[in-house]
């Protein structure tokens, strides 16, 4: 008996980095697909990754990403992946270029924001052009957010 599995059966996976948009002001966003072996693109359909505290850099003219955690797959072997090992990204050769002049610039980082699976079941990571926040802008940050949820609630109310 072969069992099958549809794609539209599958959940969602979207794995955010909520602290990455506290921490910085996200200036762009780019979708990289990821160089995975089979033992995490397995985990990663069962939701086990992390994005705290990952960002990107560039060695040789390729993107890396450091500090991206995929937990080890349960059911693996002696053939199972190490959890927090850099990963190459995969982007065009313009955005490449463009990420790398940007990097330039004194305050800027890329960091990883999203890993999701598309519609094909490829895993991709949205990483961001980034500038670090400084005290003083989170608060108002977080005020923003508090004065639009009360708004959106209000309109809610009267509708």
């Known amino acids: 008996m072969r069992y099958c599995v549809d794609m539209a059966e599958v959940k969602k996976i979207n794995i955010r980095n909520k602290r990455a948009t506290f921490d910085y002001e996200i200036l762009e966003e780019y979708i990289a697909g990821i160089v995975l072996v089979g033992t995490e693109i397995k985990s990663i359909r069962l939701s086990k ?3 705290v505290d990952c960002y990107c850099y560039f060695e040789k003219n390729e993107l890396w990403i450091r500090g991206m955690n995929i937990s080890e797959y349960d059911w693996g072997t002696c053939n199972n992946h190490i959890p927090k090992r ?21 305050g800027l980082t890329i960091v990883g924001l999203r890993l999701f699976l598309n519609e094909r079941g490829l895993a991709k990571v949205a990483i961001g052009l980034a500038r670090g926040r400084k005290s003083y802008d989170k608060r108002e940050y ?10 959106d609630q209000a309109m809610k109310k009267y509708k």
């Open 49 to 51: 990754a992390s994005l």
């Open 86 to 106: 850099d990963r190459k990204l995969l982007l065009n050769r313009k955005e490449l270029n463009k990420l790398s002049r940007a990097l330039q610039d004194k």
């Open 142 to 151: 977080l005020k923003a957010n508090d004065a639009k949820r009360e708004m």
